[in-house]
């Protein structure tokens, strides 16, 4: 900004430290002109407001504009100021999302105003504006979510409801603040001032006015806008189940292909991928992305080829019905859909010791994110498993943990683990890597306080401290509700291809003249893609892959073509003429 042109603003722009606050070129301000409408402002003017949603996308011209929380209230504060040729909003107005903040005029001056809508063209059609805004959205997000912006979750870290809350918002990258009822003093201010009883709590309160007494996740889900099954959504061509990196991919390839695509999660967009600190070995990233950023990326992706994304939806029910299939969801909504695709991938596996049931989700853990790094700082915490997912997250838990005990059943490290994790992790001064050693009790009286581990070695036994565990000793699928509808091996993960043939009724095949393609299952029409398959390979580029490869066998069923040899005739184009698949 021209100081010496706005010497006398009383709001100083926020410097943009951070890539989040970049400014647009004159002549990218020029071209988003023809795309939208000028407007003046006039000072206190608010622009969008924390909690409604937000539906322009709105680039100063000239004058100042505040981003503040809790606009209005005791703790209001300011989050950034904009002057001219920025930009204004986050990741949420791309997704649908109420406004986590407030945007109020301090100096009257002029906006260019463009619908979501068609900023979404804009950004799929330039790509070099496209990244800058996208870049932006997602560095403000994440710096809200630093500053505890967005909604207050009151509770004590001892309620399993609290921590539901918690890990939900989390797994969402949704900004919120938690204050604990066991050590924040505002807490009990709180509590007084909205006449909570404790045993109301946890409690959610949004715009400092609004209380949500024990929410579910879908009530919380709503009050921030993530979108839910609706009758519009009744019918489509393809429901991809579950939002991990193989059911976006799927998402992505068929909205791309122009199939109406509906893609549901029970919890939340990324699946175990969200919640990695650090994915070095994507091909693509030299220097590493996050978890979250990828799965963000991947979400925005989905939205700019006209996907639907709904959390949380769970599914408990598959019927075929003619020739498709209606899909039943938990709060008893139904999709009608022509394919599926299954993608729901895995959940981590319990540690069975004695002393742990009454510590899970208070200080034992299966995932590691910010959310439960937050909640061990300084201490000692332990890490067990020897793959890639607890590599990555003995290195995510060491920034935060005084000392990190990784606990591996086996004698080597690089036998599960990928040889560039092995390195950082022995390399790393906060990490200790105890060989041939297994978890055979837990203690403490409301959080956990030591681990009784063994040395299967020698039969040995001590204690170790450690105010955290965090599990990673393999996974289960997600599949309890296939049971009975099409064929699982005998760890319960979905069976495809030559594998579901072997199983498969043949009688449901005949019509088709083929058997089921390579994704597809002992259903003809349901495909499984990811962690969820038996025999995947586990990596996020093979769950990719594999779920843009589902939609390509979905064409071969819609077209009824599969395995079937055909002799191209003269208006049938043979492979390899020209058609292209990107």
């Not at 509770?155 to 969402?172: H, P, Q």
């Not at 994304?309 to 008893?332: C, E, K």
């Not at 393609?517 to 003809?524: C, G, M, N, V």
Request: contains cysteine; glycine residues 10%; aromatic residues 6%.
């Amino acid at each position: 900004m021209n100081t010496a042109q706005h010497k006398n603003v009383a709001v100083r722009e926020t410097p943009d430290r951070y890539g989040a606050f970049p400014r647009l070129t004159s002549e990218q301000l020029q071209e988003l002109t023809a795309h939208g409408e000028r407007r003046r402002t006039t000072e206190g003017e608010v622009l969008y407001r924390e909690g409604e949603p937000f539906r322009e996308f709105l680039a100063i011209l000239s004058g100042t504009v505040e981003i503040l929380q809790d606009h209005g209230g005791p703790q209001e504060r300011t989050v950034a100021a904009h002057g001219p040729g920025r930009f204004l909003g986050e990741l949420g107005m791309l997704e649908g999302q109420a406004a986590f903040d407030t945007a109020v005029v301090r100096q009257a001056g002029e906006i260019l105003a463009i619908p979501v809508e068609r900023q979404r063209t804009l950004i799929s059609r330039d790509p070099v504006l496209g990244d800058l805004i996208l870049r932006a959205y997602l560095g403000r997000r994440y710096l809200l979510i630093g500053l505890g912006a967005g909604f207050r979750i009151l509770g004590s870290c001892y309620s399993r409801d609290t921590l539901r809350l918690r890990e939900f918002a989390a797994r969402n990258r949704l900004p919120h603040r938690w204050l604990d009822l066991e050590r924040d003093k505002e807490a009990e201010a709180l509590l007084r001032r909205f006449s909570i009883r404790p045993e109301e709590t946890p409690v959610v309160l949004w715009k400092g006015e609004r209380v949500l007494r024990n929410p579910s996740n879908v009530e919380l889900a709503r009050l921030i806008g993530l979108p839910a099954p609706t009758a519009q959504s009744a019918q489509c061509d393809v429901l991809v189940v579950g939002a991990g990196p193989a059911g976006l991919a799927a998402a992505v390839y068929g909205a791309s292909d122009g199939l109406t695509t509906i893609s549901v999660d029970a919890v939340a967009t990324g699946g175990q991928a969200g919640t990695s600190s650090r994915i070095e070995n994507y091909l693509g990233f030299p220097s590493g992305i996050s978890g979250g950023e990828l799965i963000e990326r991947a979400v925005l992706q989905a939205h700019k080829f006209g996907a639907r994304l709904m959390v949380p939806a769970q599914v408990n029910g598959l019927v075929p019905q003619d020739d498709d299939y209606v899909v039943t969801f938990t709060d008893g909504s139904q999709v009608r859909a022509g394919a599926v695709v299954l993608a729901s991938g895995v959940r981590y596996r319990r540690l069975e010791v004695p002393g742990i049931d009454g510590l899970e989700g208070i200080s034992v853990y299966y995932a590691a994110t910010v959310h439960e790094a937050s909640l061990c700082e300084a201490d000692p915490v332990a890490v067990v498993g020897g793959g890639n997912s607890a590599g990555q997250a003995a290195l995510f838990l060491a920034h935060h943990a005084s000392r990190v005990h990784l606990l591996v059943r086996g004698s080597d490290l690089n036998a599960d683990m990928s040889r560039y994790l092995v390195d950082h992790v022995e390399r790393h001064p906060k990490i200790e890597v105890l060989l041939h050693t297994e978890v055979r009790g837990a203690s403490g009286k409301d959080k956990l306080e030591s681990l009784s581990v063994e040395d299967n070695a020698n039969g040995e036994r001590r204690l170790l401290r450690a105010a955290a565990l965090f599990v990673f000793i393999g996974a289960r699928p997600r599949t309890e509700w296939l049971r009975g509808l099409l064929a699982l091996d005998e760890k319960g993960f979905v069976l495809t291809g030559a594998d579901a043939q072997a199983v498969a009724d043949a009688t449901q095949w005949d019509s088709l003249g083929r058997g089921p393609l390579l994704l597809e299952t002992s259903l003809p029409g349901v495909f499984a893609s990811g962690d969820v398959r038996s025999g995947s390979v586990k990596r996020v580029a093979s769950a990719t892959g594999e779920g843009a490869m589902a939609i390509r066998l979905v064409h071969e069923h819609r077209d009824n073509v599969g395995n079937l040899v055909r002799t191209a005739g003269p208006e049938e184009p043979r492979p390899g003429t020209g058609q292209s698949v990107a």
